[in-house]
């Protein structure tokens, strides 16, 4: 007694046929004949090129150029802080030789001299 249907279609492999030790075409797909599939590398340089020059000319500009103000506006606020600092430092060590004389002239004026 077998279990194939009457209605079985050879051409078609069963599960049995695929599990089969010594049939392993069932169980791999089809080789792609690598002569059908050749690539002109030219073209696809050619094709790159273009997609890249397109992108940089359009999109990327814009990412670019956000990107480089972001930037400028980041460098510029360290930049004034850096600034900042400095002339506050320098400030600080004027600003005590000024009080010190304004004291000492309201001092002496205050004294007679």
């Known amino acids: 007694m077998t279990n194939k249907p009457e209605t079985f ?3 078609i492999p069963v599960l049995t046929d695929v599990v ?3 049939k392993p075409e069932y169980a791999r797909a089809p080789s792609v004949d690598e002569a059908a ?3 002109d590398a ?3 340089a050619e094709r790159l090129r ?3 020059t397109g992108f940089l000319t359009g999109e990327a500009r814009g990412l670019i150029e956000e990107r480089c103000r972001e930037v ?3 460098q510029s606020t360290q ?3 850096a600034i900042t600092r400095e002339v506050a430092m320098a400030l600080e060590g004027r600003m005590s030789e000024w009080v010190r004389e304004a004291v000492e002239t309201e001092l002496r004026r205050q004294r007679g001299e």
């Open 9 to 11: 279609d050879p051409s």
């Open 20 to 22: 089969v030790p010594g």
């Open 37 to 39: 599939i050749e690539y």
């Open 42 to 44: 030219e073209l696809l």
């Open 50 to 52: 273009g997609r890249f």
């Open 72 to 74: 400028l506006r980041e």
């Open 79 to 81: 930049l004034v802080a």
